[in-house]
Nanobody
Framework: VQLQASGGGLVQAGGSLRLSCAAS????????MGWFRQAPGKEREFVAA????????YYADSLKGRFTISRDIAKNSVYLQMNGLKPEDTAVYYC?????????????????WGQGTLVTVSS
């Protein structure tokens, strides 16, 4: 499975971005998908996850209400809508395919990773 993330860029604080991640090589319909991020000098952290059907989502507590994860099974894709962006949201954002149908939150529970897309939020 190859994952191609896109949609990152430079945005002012308070702005919005929508990240996309397209999977190829194999259908990922039966697996959870997730987003993680890694800021410079910090460990990779969980952002959001969605189950195989899109009916269940899970978010990092600090991001609830600002970020929304969704998926399009037909397009083999997952998305992350980010609103009210803050400078501390600056990071490389990674999409990933989980090992199970249900949403999971730790990197070890994901088998395939995209290359990452950089989000920079200016103050």
């Amino acid at each position: 499975v190859q994952l191609q993330a896109s949609g990152g860029g430079l945005v002012q604080a308070g702005g919005s971005l929508r990240l996309s991640c397209a999977a190829s090589g194999r259908a990922v319909s039966y697996y959870a998908m997730g987003w993680f991020r890694q800021a410079p000098g910090k460990e990779r952290e969980f952002v959001a996850a969605i189950n195989w059907s899109g009916s269940s989502t899970y978010y990092a507590d600090s991001l609830k209400g600002r970020f929304t994860i969704s998926r399009d099974i037909a397009k083999n894709s997952v998305y992350l809508q980010m609103n009210g962006l803050k400078p501390e949201d600056t990071a490389v954002y990674y999409c990933a395919v989980g090992r199970t149908p249900g949403p999971v939150t730790t990197p070890a529970q994901y088998d395939y990773w995209g290359q990452g897309t950089l989000v920079t939020v200016s103050s």
